[in-house]
């Protein structure tokens, strides 16, 4: 049966999470909220790595919160794509990373399904550092990290929280295309200005 404390926790990044794919500021401090309380959610299920997974999240939605109002030398991010040469080594960092910190909740704990929730913390990690600097490939990190959290969380009898990460899931394909089109239209605008100032 789901619990009233994972339901207020689903709803309240649900708002956190919509609010990200508008591009909206006030994705940061319901999202602060949100994952206070998915951290009590996780730990009840023994799902250790999304317990630590929450506290990244809070710390990172204060400095994100900062960041996409006054990151860009006192005014707002725009939105950019990550360079290839980052990726280059992002993607295996995060692949040894969630290998390692499997190995040590698998090893320590008694952690349900330890490699598949350290994946989850790891390329959330990621995916929200990505999501603080405002770029548009947090998004495809958001879609695996959907993927692999989906089945994981059903296996644990959060079927609500499954649900609402499927829903993510559609909405990161969304947001995706919406943040597309923004930074098609902020490039447009950069280019507009700097002809009339030229």
């Not at 794919?21 to 909220?33: D, E, F, L």
């Not at 799902?47 to 006054?70: C, N």
């Not at 360079?83 to 704990?109: C, E, F, I, K, V």
Request: with cysteine.
């Amino acid at each position: 049966m789901t619990s009233p404390l994972e339901i207020a926790a689903n709803l309240t990044v649900a708002a956190s999470i919509l609010l990200a794919g508008r591009n909206s500021v006030h994705t940061w401090w319901t999202g602060i909220i949100g994952c206070t309380l998915f951290g009590l959610v996780f730990y009840q299920a023994r799902l250790y790595a999304d317990v630590v997974l929450q506290g990244v999240f809070v710390l990172t939605s204060v400095i994100g919160w900062w960041q996409w109002l006054r990151g860009d030398h006192g005014h707002a991010l725009p939105i950019s794509r990550v360079q290839l040469r980052t990726l280059g080594w992002m993607l295996p960092a995060a692949l040894l990373a969630s290998m390692g910190y499997g190995l040590l909740l698998h090893t320590w704990t008694d952690a349900y399904a330890p490699f598949l929730d350290s994946a989850v913390l790891v390329l959330s990690v990621v995916a929200q550092l990505l999501m603080m600097r405002r770029k548009l490939d947090s998004w495809w990190f958001w879609l695996l990290v959907n993927s692999i959290a989906i089945p994981l969380y059903a296996s644990r009898g959060l079927h609500l929280t499954a649900v609402l990460y499927a829903v993510f899931w559609i909405n990161a394909l969304v947001s995706l295309r919406h943040w597309r089109r923004l930074m098609r239209e902020q490039t447009d605008a950069t280019a507009a200005a700097d002809a009339t100032h030229g």
